[in-house]
Nanobody
Framework: QVQLVESGGGSVQSGGSLRLSCTTS????????MGWFRQAPGQEREGVAAIGADGSLTYVDSVKGRFTISRDDAKNTLYLQMTGLKPEDTAMYYCAADALYGDAWYFLQAPAKIIYWGRGTQVTVSS
């Protein structure tokens, strides 16, 4: 059984930093993509960053230069280092994985068919 468990969320002031972790079990990341999504109240879930099994990195424009996605295969963990946080980054952040997606942008922009999701970790940024 595949499980994705996020941690590391919290409340910070504008300009602060957080590192989110997504620990996986039962999942072998040797194809497709893993990534981070977020959903603010009343808004649709949006893709934030993706990492391919080949190590390729993709970010949406709103987080480029501020967020860094990475993975530690020895620890079965995906990370999202977030710096320069802004109030508009406030959302529930979700980790996701799917071996069948062949394109990073499709993974980020059309997540409805992604198979594996975590339950999320809340990030709140105050001004």
């Amino acid at each position: 059984q595949v499980q994705l468990v996020e941690s590391g969320g919290g409340s910070v002031q504008s300009g602060g930093s957080l590192r989110l972790s997504c620990t996986t079990s039962g999942y072998i990341f040797n194809d497709g993509y893993m990534g981070w999504f977020r959903q603010a109240p009343g808004q649709e879930r949006e893709g934030v960053a993706a990492i391919g099994a080949d190590g390729s990195l993709t970010y949406v424009d709103s987080v480029k230069g501020r967020f860094t996605i990475s993975r530690d295969d020895a620890k079965n963990t995906l990370y999202l280092q977030m710096t320069g946080l802004k109030p508009e980054d406030t959302a529930m952040y979700y980790c996701a994985a799917d071996a069948l997606y062949g394109d990073a942008w499709y993974f980020l922009q059309a997540p409805a068919k992604i198979i594996y999701w975590g339950r999320g970790t809340q990030v709140t940024v105050s001004s």
